[in-house]
């Protein structure tokens, strides 16, 4: 009892400044790291991902209108990914956070709140705890899958950083039968035309940010869930607590808002990795072996998630994975077929030019449709939307960022 007492104090007495205890899920995903293993990153691979970046630039060159947006190349072990790209899980999860742990305090009767007292703030931070020690369980297993710093779409690192994992992408060109440097490359190639985009589309970080917490904002906590997870903590047992499963208690409101909310993510994170693909593809072909190979492979992971990429999903009640990438990706070839490269990537000058989900379906009259930029002219592009658009909860010094 004295050892439950002793971690249940340092649990409850950890710093924290919101919902989810961010330090406990440092800690978490660290320790489960170790256990699993964590290699160092060699010299040898350090200057292989530098090269391996240097060319995809170079190759991406006449593929894409918009410059090189890469400022630095590293190579990140997976606590370095888990480090750099914290401050953006931050952002995404909190406020789904909040709602759990304010729903954990609801669960306590009116009448004994009073005589709770000083008490009640203890609940809120048991539950910020248990939401912090599971997301770091899941951030553990996420790290471990992950290939470089924008993989799963999101503009996770910081701006103008192109990182990829060594010991995953290798794991993964093993598990390909494909040689490492191919697959290596291919995956630099991805990281490049990502760092493209959020580079030199000034609105685009905020667009796909401010997305995910839209849709997130809508998300319901099942309170039911919540008191069936905290009936099963054993006082007396304080691994208990560290077994319970959170999953299921976020599941998202089926009202119009919501799945309005849901499309525009959806079609935002379609149209990223849709550019993205065929961009790279474009680069690629004539130059890699196994770039068919390699590009079908990539789509198949993108459009089903790992393991770990689900269990987030699951935890947190939120898919990161593009269901449309196949049309997206045609409707960006159909651009360049009847556009050109410069035509096609004007498109990201605002937010009002992309396609619509709708503009999916019939790819090539999209791209034979006329544009009137002349509509733009007057447009307050500081206006939200715009390309100063910053997602809800930004900070201020984001914006020098941006322009850096």
Aim: charge should be negative; aromatic fraction near 6%; proline fraction near 7%.
């Amino acid at each position: 009892m004295q050892q439950f007492m002793s971690q249940l104090q340092h649990l409850l007495s950890a710093p924290g400044s919101g919902p989810v205890n961010w330090d406990l899920a440092r800690q978490v995903a660290a320790s489960q790291l170790a256990a699993s293993g964590d290699p160092a990153v060699s010299p040898f691979e350090r200057n292989a991902v530098a090269e391996a970046l240097r060319l995809a630039d170079l190759w991406l060159e006449p593929a894409s209108a918009l410059p090189s947006g890469i400022q630095t190349s590293v190579a990140w072990n997976r606590n370095e990914w888990i480090y750099r790209t914290l401050d953006v899980w931050r952002k995404l999860c909190d406020p789904v956070a909040s709602r759990m742990v304010g729903a954990m305090g609801d669960l306590v009767p009116p009448e004994a709140r009073a005589q709770l007292g000083p008490m009640q703030s203890m609940v809120a931070t048991l539950g910020g705890a248990l939401f912090g020690g599971q997301l770091g369980q899941a951030l553990g297993s996420l790290a471990a899958e992950v290939l470089s710093a924008g993989d799963i779409g999101l503009p996770l690192g910081p701006a103008g950083t192109a990182a990829l994992i060594p010991a995953n992408i290798r794991e993964y060109g093993n598990g390909l039968e494909l040689p490492e440097d191919e697959v290596r490359l291919y995956v630099a190639l991805r990281e490049a035309a990502h760092q493209r985009l959020f580079q030199h589309v000034p609105w685009l970080r905020g667009h796909v940010l401010s997305a995910v917490e839209m849709y997130a904002s809508g998300i319901r906590v099942n309170r039911e869930a919540i008191e069936e997870a905290m009936g099963r903590v054993d006082p007396t047992d304080p691994e208990s607590m560290q077994a319970i499963a959170l999953e299921g208690i976020f599941t998202p409101e089926d009202t119009p808002a919501q799945k309005a909310s849901l499309a525009r993510l959806e079609t935002a994170l379609a149209l990223v990795e849709g550019w993205v693909c065929h961009v790279v593809d474009s680069a690629a072909g004539g130059r890699l072996p196994n770039v068919v190979r390699l590009g079908e492979a990539f789509r198949r992971r993108r459009a089903a998630g790992g393991p770990a990429e689900q269990t987030f999903a699951a935890l947190v009640g939120l898919e990161l994975r593009p269901r449309r990438l196949r049309e997206a990706a045609a409707l960006w070839a159909a651009l360049t077929e009847h556009r050109g490269i410069a035509g096609r990537d004007d498109l990201w000058g605002h937010p009002d030019l992309l396609p619509s989900d709708d503009d999916f379906a019939d790819p090539v009259a999209f791209a034979r449709s006329e544009v009137d930029l002349g509509e733009l002219e007057t447009f307050d592009f500081t206006a939200p939307g715009g390309p100063e658009e910053k997602a809800p909860g930004t900070p201020d010094d984001e914006g020098d960022e941006k322009r850096s």
